[in-house]
């Protein structure tokens, strides 16, 4: 069961007709933005960024936002940011969905419109366009620098599908883009960390094998998670075994002891996504390169003038 979701990612070859209009969109109207949000699902912030949207913005500027961080070891989440300004982007870390250092990142934005110059700021406002894969919350945070309900939101990718133009709280224009995937995953652990985190449809996956994967994936991080979130005393570094284990622990067994490998992969999966399982990241921060080490001028500092 368990090399059924990596040989299907090695054959997950897709680029859905939306996702091609979705990068024609990105291109078209790049031109009219002053600079890009680029939106990362922080437990997984590598294999969250999409390299079509690398190769479409170049250098353009960019404010990358962390979201999701009440799913996110905090720790690791402070790594990232420190790498990401290291390489020379605006970031900030938030959680759309309870405002959660929002207005932090609100700041950030503001600091696009002040390195402007003043008479484009007074011929129009600031343009900024926000582009993400499936699924990382790029509706709530709209949501949030709206002010207002103005994107339609959801737990499952795809839910954005055409091209919106906002306002924001503080004056600025925000063009929204549907989420957009890369025709093929040339790394199967990024197309693992996508699905375990649920930026490729579960419909279009093996659910157990993916399952399977994800508590292999856990063990190998700290098998805590699992004993604490299972409540047992003992769990097997066999994956397929602990999976098991996980059943018979909660019940998940058909008569005559077969394991129900379907309810147990749709539990565990959505404990994962859901936070239950506490706050993890898939993915550390690379090293930071030797001349940023000392530190960064493009840190930001919160309302308590402490380091974000």
Known sequence: MGNATRESLDHLNWYPGHMKKTRELIQENLKLVDAVIEVIDARIPLSSRNPIIDDLLKDKQ????MNKIDLADEAKTREWLEYFRSIGHMAEAVDANSGASVNRLVKVLDRVQKGRDEEKTRKRPVRLMIVGVPNVGKSSLINR??????????DRPG??????????TNGMQLLDTPGILWPKFEDKHVGLNLAFCGSIKDEIMDIESLCLELIKELLAEDKNILLTRYKMDKISDDGLEAMEEIAAKRGFIFKGGRTDYERTAKTVLGEFRGGKM?????????EKPAESRSGTADEEENGDGERA
């Not at 620098?145 to 959801?154: C, E, F, I, M, N």
């Open 145 to 154: 620098l709206t002010g207002k309900k103005s994107a339609q939101t959801g």
């Open 278 to 286: 506490g706050r993890i990241t898939l993915e550390r921060a690379p």
């Open 62 to 65: 960019r404010v990358i936002v």
């Open 159 to 168: 839910v954005t599908k055409g091209k919106q133009w906002l306002t924001l």
